[in-house]
Structure formats: C-alpha cells, structure tokens
C-alpha cells in the first residue's frame, strides 16, 4: 500500500491510499512453452469520502499495479458519509452482482468480503454491515459496492431536491 499527495479538481491536496484487490494471471500457450500476462484490480481512496478503482493489464504485476493506480486516479469519487457509517441503506448492482450496504452503530466495524471491503475502507466507511447476492467475483462485487456508494444522499441533499425539510424519526 503506497501513500501519494494529489490535488483533486478544486479541492486541498488529498493523501490517497491504494490497495491492490486482486491480480489475474493469463496463460498463452506457444511454441516454446507458456507466456504470462497479468491483469490488476486496484483501489484508491483518501479514508474521508473519496474513492476510485482501476483495472489494467501489462506483462508483469508491478507494471499492471502502476496502470492500475494510474487509472483509480483518474476517476474518483466523492461519497457521502454519516460519521463513521453511511447515512442508509442502499443496494448496488453490476451485472449478475448486488450488493447490500447496511448502515451499524458504533464499534461494529467493517462486516464485508475482501472486495468489497477494500472499496468501503478506502471510501472511509468503518461501521457497515454488507451482503452480496449473486456473482461474488472481484471485478462485479468492487463496481457494485462503488454503484451502491455512489447512491448515498445525507439528509440536506433529500431536502434540497424534494423543497422539503424532512424531520428524523428515532426507532425504538
């Protein structure tokens, strides 16, 4: 895990931290025996809000880290957070994948896969309960686990679009 300053499009100067989620590895057979190309799937994120992934392939790992890092960075996205968890609960989707984020109290940790917990962490989600429907393959559960997190509204953000003030009612 390497730690890099970027400036974000008009924001202060970021940390961002990445994380690699996963590395494939393809065969191709020739004449002489066997030839290997690698494939990495990447996060990066600042532990405060902002989150990218990156997927990309080269002939060796730390080749394919570096394009993938290169390609997180180049697409992150701002989520929006309750504190330590997420304001509700959302459902991602990619594909044959679905994801279901649930907000928990304090304590509770990070209860996910190692895909999706690599995006949570980075995005700087700690207390989350997770439950993944269908495909559990890396690449699926990291986009949707983005797609769930990229549906997050805060209270203000309802507000503002409905014209309306929206008051809390506590559960008991």
């Given amino acids: 895990m390497a730690v890099e300053t970027v400036k974000l499009q008009g924001q202060e100067e970021r940390e961002l931290q990445d994380t690699t989620v996963k590395i494939y590895r393809c065969a191709k057979v020739v004449k002489g025996g066997r030839r290997f190309s690698f494939a990495a799937l990447v996060v990066v994120g600042d532990r405060t809000g902002t989150v990218g992934i990156g997927y990309s392939k080269a002939n060796e790992?730390?080749?394919?880290?570096?394009?993938?890092?290169?390609?997180?960075?180049?697409?992150l996205h701002k989520i929006s957070l309750l504190g330590r968890t997420v304001p509700h609960q959302v459902t991602g989707k990619y594909r044959a994948t679905k994801i279901t984020i649930v907000p928990a109290g304090a304590g509770t940790g990070v209860i996910a896969g190692s895909s999706s917990r690599a995006v949570l962490?980075?995005?700087?989600?700690q207390d989350v309960l997770t439950k993944i429907y269908g495909s559990t393959s890396a690449k699926n559960v990291v986009k949707a686990t983005l797609d769930g997190l990229l549906k997050l509204r805060t209270k203000e953000v309802v507000e503002s679009l409905r014209g309306v003030k929206v008051e809390m009612v506590q559960k008991r």
């Fill in 61 to 75: 790992v730390p080749a394919a880290v570096e394009k993938a890092i290169k390609d997180a960075k180049k697409d």
């Fill in 121 to 125: 962490e980075m995005a700087g989600v």
